[in-house]
């Protein structure tokens, strides 16, 4: 199961995350102070770049939870950053007014919190399993 949830949350901030956000509503936005673009674009590359040593930490013979807080530390950091979000004025709302809502809800927030769940779970089993070698 660790394998399986570390490399979905390595595909959703290499692959999907990416995908959203490389266009006119986040690094193309010229709404959006040029600062703001520069962060968003480091964002991606050290998300990405962590996510890729997940899973390559994910693949190695000896047993670490240092996989799964990568993923938590990216995925978690987001759930923190959404729940927060009314402390410093954020938003999921792209800077036209818009959002990317299924039924009503955004399918990012759902998903990365699912993530994060599993991965907390994940690491738990994991602490449980070394303390009992």
Known sequence: MTRTIVILNALIFIIVVPYLEISTTHIFNTEWPSHARLHNVW???????LSIGAVIL?????LSI???????AISGSFVIAYFLKSQYGGSMQH???SELLVAGVNPAVVLLIVLSSLLVVDVLRSIQK???Q
């Open 43 to 49: 964002q991606l590359l050290t998300n990405g770049a």
């Open 58 to 62: 994910v693949f190695r013979k000896k």
């Open 66 to 72: 240092l996989p799964q807080l990568l993923s938590l």
């Open 95 to 97: 800077s036209d007014g």
């Open 130 to 132: 070394f303390r009992q």
